[in-house]
């Protein structure tokens, strides 16, 4: 849980940012080639994403280790040495979750801000001299990420089901892992238990989100 839920802020904040960056200054041949990067990793299936970090930094660049949650012979505390070792083992299975996730979050924000960019207060403060960083973080940026503030609700349901393929891949201990275990001893109990856990989670997310939407945006307590 911990770690889907890392990997989905990151992947959230990085598209976002990205694509709000590209939808905006899009005559910029940098945002141009990171949207190219991004568009064509987004197809790619998950266990192919997952394999490439393993090839590339467990055997060409061993810097990181490839299985496991920890360190075995530690002590599963909240001590500093356990925690440096979960993080460890835990980045390279983050780091698949967020390059598959970035893309739909970059893609979906550019869309937003492209069309944002030619409304007509963003063209009057344009005219009016105002700055170009000042009207891209107040007026564009804030006002496209509205619609996707409820995407990190509907996607919690991934953080309690698990990443089921991230989990074989990497060996990982995870909840995905432990419900296809259950599935494979035919443990319906666990099954349906991570299941239950996984529907009460997406269904308080959105129900939490219905509450602080009208604090986001006042245009919904107005209406």
């Known amino acids: 849980m911990g770690l ?39 197809p790619i299936p998950t266990y192919i994403t997952g394999l490439t970090p393993v090839i590339v930094f467990g055997f060409l660049w061993p810097i990181l280790p490839i299985s496991g949650g920890a360190q075995l012979n530690l002590d599963p505390t909240l001590t500093r040495t356990y925690i440096q070792s979960v993080i460890i083992h835990g980045t390279l299975p983050a780091l698949t979750p967020v390059l598959v996730g970035m893309g739909g979050w970059f893609i979906a924000m550019r869309s937003l801000v492209s069309n944002i960019v030619t409304d007509d207060y963003v063209v009057y403060a344009e005219l009016g001299g ?17 619609p ?12 309690f089901g698990g990443a089921v393929i991230v989990e074989f891949i990497f060996n990982y201990p995870g909840i995905g892992k432990l419900m296809v275990a259950g ?4 443990d319906y109990s666990l099954v349906l238990g991570v299941t239950t856990i996984s529907i009460i989670a997406v269904a308080a997310a959105v129900f939490l989100i219905d509450i602080l939407y009208p604090l986001i945006d006042p245009r919904v307590k107005l209406g």
Do not use: D, E, H
Not at 8 to 36: D, E, P, Q, W
Not at 130 to 146: E, K
């Open 183 to 186: 599935i494979y001893a035919g």
């Open 130 to 146: 105002v700055p170009s960083r000042t009207i891209f973080s107040q007026y564009v940026a804030r006002n496209a990420m509205l």
């Open 4 to 42: 889907l839920t890392l990997a989905t802020i990151i992947s959230r904040v990085l598209g976002n940012t990205l694509g709000a960056i590209a939808g905006y200054f899009r005559n910029n041949r940098a945002m141009k080639v990171v949207g190219v990067l991004v568009m064509a990793m987004q």
């Open 148 to 159: 996707q503030i409820t995407g990190p609700a509907l996607s919690s349901g991934n953080v």
